[in-house]
């Protein structure tokens, strides 16, 4: 089944204690990027990539880091989180650009910064 | 601020009723597209409509593009209560086709 995992789903944690949100697909889509949801505030994006080894920031990128060693995967690094990082991630990818076509979804990580 | 916003924010109807939502955008567009999201999962795409095109159906779903007024709608005929969800607009921009923007969202509850 074509999809878009993230892990972990749900997660606690406290203010500075380093994390990694997992993003991995298996549609070999080229286009990656980390949008986070906040009420009031809808989707905004942290990081996007075209492909391996190319990462571009996005409109909320500090305090975030992202690599792309694998088509496959694209995980979300938070060096030293803080409350403000309390949100609603999603993973999302597609075949070569939003300008060409739609995204595919993972199903979110919602972390708690304490 | 943001490059879509949709309007209403939120919208209640009956089932069988029909909803239309609004997009109204900022800048030169390369495509629109519409997601539904179902209350804290993930985004689900609905349709895409290019610049050069002016209306899209997808089964009970109806969108417009009216890019000199840069806007669009979404219109859900004889609406069920499985429509019940958040539905965003999105926009790549012509001078960004690298991103892809999204607006606040209309939720829409369908009652039975």
């Known amino acids: 089944e074509a999809q878009v995992t993230q892990n972990p789903r749900y997660l606690i944690t406290v203010t500075g204690k380093k994390l990694t949100v997992t993003c991995s697909q298996n549609m070999n889509h080229e286009y990656m990027s980390w949008y986070r949801q906040d009420p009031g505030l809808g989707l905004r994006q942290i990081y996007y990539s075209m492909n391996v080894e190319v990462t571009d920031k996005g409109d909320v990128p500090e305090g975030y880091k992202v690599s792309r060693k694998e088509k496959r995967n694209f995980p979300l690094i938070l060096e030293s989180p803080s409350p403000n990082q309390t949100s609603l991630y999603f993973c999302a990818s597609t075949l070569a650009s939003p300008d060409t076509g739609e995204l595919f979804f993972g199903e979110g990580s919602r972390l708690t910064v304490l | 601020s943001q490059q879509g916003e949709e309007d209403p924010q939120a919208l209640s109807i009956q089932e069988g009723e029909n909803a239309t939502m609004n997009c109204s955008y900022k800048?030169?567009?390369?495509?629109l597209q519409w997601y539904r999201q179902n209350s804290g999962r993930g985004l689900v795409h609905l349709i895409l409509i290019r610049s050069n095109e002016r209306e899209k159906h997808s089964g009970r779903l109806r969108v417009t593009l009216d890019t000199s007024k840069k806007s669009s709608s979404l219109l859900i005929t004889a609406s069920r209560a499985a429509d019940t969800a958040s539905y965003f607009c999105a926009t790549a921009r012509r001078a960004a086709g690298n991103k892809l923007t999204f607006g606040g969202g209309t939720r829409v509850l369908v009652k039975p």
């Open positions: 800048t030169s567009i390369n495509n």
